[in-house]
């Protein structure tokens, strides 16, 4: 993929793309973006798809005054107008998801067919019980048994990895947390909001998902008017990364109909 | 030299190590029996008054869901402490400010107590250990620029005699800040911050408050205390910083003869092989650099967990944690960590832990305070000038280390102690 770096209220955005055609964005998962991901060759066939690093991820900068998921809305919205996109279709990964759905309440006019996988930002559950698990807390063992259907494929080797890519796993983290710490993985307002959508939309999740339950997701969907649910078997949180070609067979065909 | 007496106020009574897997933020406070944690507390406000008595000040600290201190509202306990006792200076060590919703009640409580102390209170503040991040729901990442907004705020607060006054900033907002009662003390009370990192210790020395450091031996503590001086200098303070900026904290244990003093010192290790701390408390994302994660995930480890391991009070005296033995050998190992470091005005002695009864704490205070303090602070005056390193090793002098031999009772194979920590099964 072909990267560049648009700087947006002082912020640096890295961007990725590939391909040409009508413009796919694409907005990546709490783990950060990797451009040699499988998946992707997938689903950029006659299209232009766009994949920037959120702030604080990836190669992107972060300012001082960032810290909320709206933060990197607004962000997005001004690159679309840098990059010159009046309206493109959507996808986006868990807190890529969220970012997605803040983007859509703003302004639904910019965007086409709007693909949520697994995303998160929503509360709907009772105060007592948290909707999203709380990952930060978990003991680190466990994390891969509720993101994976088979975490025995997801097993990193921190000794074969250059500092580089460590020191970038531990800044996508730290940003994680400054983003979705508190209320926890969610914006308050937003389930207020996602009447606004009134895009074509897919909600899609793959059927071990131990974060984004079935239950969320309905929930979720019901938000949106018009809205439907496609489960993807075999796989956990990132189906894009468990199961690339169902991932990216259910995606063109939702994009293609 | 000022010596302070410090306990963390542990509830020690635990069901046996192995069968939680963190003694902070998850364990359930169904082990926590109020009647048997009253009694604690007398003891440990009694012990406070005997320092008191003996001459030293008192410091305490406040920490929230663990056992390891369970002091989870430290300015109460101080405004206890500042009618229990007439004299002792009372450090509260300290507000931690990076995790307070409302920097402006802080100032509130610090004032209020001052004035019930009339003008007694050392106020000092920390950011928090990584395990305070859950208990206050609190963000990891940014935290330090959390705790500098709060802590110049407190100060303005604390300053501003002529009414109302605003503060919109980064993390903090407040359109009418204007507290009551204001403090005893003018301008302020003392203000101490710890940090065990070089760029916190610089910060700290810029804008000329206390600096305290914790357990961090030798090395470490001529680190900090070196980047506290270039603070110091850097922000125009002067050529010369002053021993009294700067404070050391040690578990100390002073006994009439090695295997006494032994015994005790052994019970203080408590504070180091109690900490069973789950990992995912232990290092939230954000609280250290990334820098310093990567190293963690190449296997580096942190000194303390490494020492926790095979935790041993020779060891501990060797590493400059530990100052424990006879009235000689303590002033001695004080003496020479003294030198390293390059020197410091206050001594903030821990000397109380886990299951180190009363008597023994008050003997151990008490053999501090009139054998080894006296020496102390005739030796090392506190306006004696930091930064002038002796020409020593990092390490006590040989006859001054209490070897194990010297062991009075083996608390690791069936003492209270080994109980509590699971080790006799």
Known sequence: MKRSEITIAGC????????????????????????????????????????????????????????????????????????????????GCSIGGWIAAEMATKTPERFGKITFVAPVGIKTGPADQLDIPDIFVMPPAEVPKIMFHDPSKFVSDFSKMPDEALATMVRNRESLAL??????????????????????????????????????????????????????PEAGHAPQLEQPQAFADAVNAFLAA | MQAWHFSETAYPYLPPQDSYPSIR????????????????WDRYLKEWQIAEEEGMDIMLNEHHQTATCVDPAAPLVLAALARLTTKARLLILGNPIANRRQPIRVAEEMAMVDVLSRGRVEAGFV???????????????????????????????????????SHEG?????????????????????????????????????????????????????????????????AGRGKYVANDRLAYAALVYVGETEAEAHAGAEKLLWYVTANKVAPQYANPPGYVPVEA????????????????KAANVEAAIRAGLMFAGTPDQVFNQIKRHYEYVGGYGHLLNMGQAGFLEHEESVKGIRMFAREVYPRLKEMFPKTAISGQYGDVPPEPPEESVLKSSSRGIDLTRDGPLATALGAGS
């Not at chain 1, 974060?211 to 496609?230: C, K, M, P, Q, T």
């Open chain 1, 12 to 91: 640096p955005i890295e961007v990725h793309e590939a391909g040409e055609g009508a413009p796919l964005l694409f907005l990546h998962p709490g783990g950060g973006f990797k451009a040699d991901d499988a998946y992707l060759g997938l689903i950029v066939k006659g299209r232009r798809l766009i994949c920037p690093s959120h702030p604080g991820f990836g190669g992107s900068g972060l300012s001082d005054w960032m810290d909320s998921v709206d933060d990197i809305a607004h962000i997005y919205l001004e690159l679309m107008d840098r990059l010159g996109i009046a309206k493109t279709d959507l996808i």
């Open chain 1, 179 to 232: 983003f979705v710490w508190e209320p926890y993985m969610h914006n308050p307002k937003l389930k207020h909001r996602l009447q606004r959508i009134t895009n074509p939309v897919l909600f899609l999740r793959g059927a071990s998902d131990g974060l984004v339950s079935a239950n969320y997701l309905a929930a979720y969907s019901a938000l949106v008017g018009g809205s439907r649910i496609e489960t993807i």
């Open chain 2, 25 to 40: 933020v998850s364990l359930p406070n169904k082990h926590y029996d109020p009647r048997k944690g009253a009694e604690l």
């Open chain 2, 127 to 165: 950011r928090g250990v990584p395990y305070e991040i859950s208990p206050a729901n609190s963000n990891p990442v940014r935290m330090n620029e959390r705790f500098l907004e709060a802590l110049d705020l407190i100060v303005k607060a604390w300053t501003n005699h002529d009414g109302p006054f």
């Open chain 2, 170 to 234: 980064r993390f903090f907002h407040h359109r009418n800040i204007n507290i009551w009662p204001r403090q005893w003390q003018d301008p302020h009370p003392p203000v101490w911050v710890s940090t065990t990192s070089s760029g916190g210790a610089r910060q700290v020395g810029e804008r000329g408050f206390i600096q305290a450091t914790f357990l961090t031996g030798y090395q470490a503590t001529r680190r900090v205390f070196d980047a506290y001086r270039e603070g110091w200098r850097a």
């Open chain 2, 293 to 308: 994660n990567v190293h963690m995930l190449r296997g580096a480890e942190h000194p303390l967990s490494a020492f926790a």
